[in-house]
Each structure stands twice: as C-alpha cells, then as structure tokens.
C-alpha cells in the first residue's frame, strides 16, 4: 500500500490591522499588523510584502517567529489606499490579504465674502465661502455669530 503523495499549500495570511475601511488624518500614525502562518515552513522564514497602490512597498522582511509583522507609518500619501500583505513561503507559494483604508486630508476655506463692505452692525450679512478638499470630499460650511 502506498502513501496519498504530500501537497504543499500556500501560506495562510491575514491583515489585522489597520480594520477595513478605516479613516486616518495624514501624517497620523498608522499601525500596521499582520498574521501569517505555514503548515510546512516556520513562521520566521516567510517572507512578507506589505504594500500600497498608492505608495508602493511600504514595508517587507520575514515574519517573526510568532508569525507576526508589524510597524508603523506616519508618511503615507492621502488618499484610499488598497493595502496588500503578502506571504510567500519558502517553496515560492504565495497568498495576501487587501484591506482599504483612506488617509484624509483637512478641507481647506478658500474665500470668504462679506457684503456689504465694509460691515456695520445695522446692516444685513451676505456671506459668500468656497472651499476645497485635496482628497476630493465634499466640503460643508457653517457659519455662526
């Protein structure tokens, strides 16, 4: 009787953190970590690639041996950022995980008009703003006295 023949598999890969879908202000701190695990290989001998549409490779090296990867960055660009971890074991298989998160910019008051000009306390106030966003949201604007 012979033996079924052994298969490799792919390593298992999974992003922690940052969730899905998070928001981060730019230049916030932004914690990265992942989890990756082989049936074959030790942990620390995966490589991993973590990485960026937007920014490219943003971090690579070897899960620890608990099979952990982990930084920060505070430098990544604005935008929504597809952000891939990716694990390839020592025979050249390979599996990720893509999570999406948006790094926002603050919306930015362009003009503001007051009519009439100069402003007396009698008078009624026509207020004119523009504003703009670099990460293309929608500005809102309120005014108060």
């Given amino acids: ?81 597809s952000i891939s971890l990716t694990a390839t074991d020592t025979i050249g298989l390979v599996s990720s995980d893509t999570i999406s998160i948006r790094l926002n910019t603050l919306p930015v008051v362009d003009e503001i008009i007051l009519l009439p000009d100069p402003v007396y306390t009698s008078n009624n106030l026509e207020v004119t703003a523009t504003g703009s966003d670099a990460d293309g949201q929608n500005v809102t604007m309120t005014f108060g006295w």
């Fill in 1 to 81: 009787m012979t033996k079924p023949p052994q298969f490799n598999r792919s390593p298992t890969t999974t992003i922690d953190l940052p969730l899905d879908g998070e928001v981060f202000t730019v230049g916030e701190p932004v914690m990265f970590w992942g989890t990756v695990s082989d049936d074959e290989d030790p942990s620390d001998e995966i490589a991993i690639v973590w990485s960026s549409d937007i920014d490219g490779e943003i971090e690579s090296g070897n899960a620890s041996t608990e099979g952990t990867s982990e930084f920060t960055r505070s430098d990544l660009s604005a935008g929504t950022h």
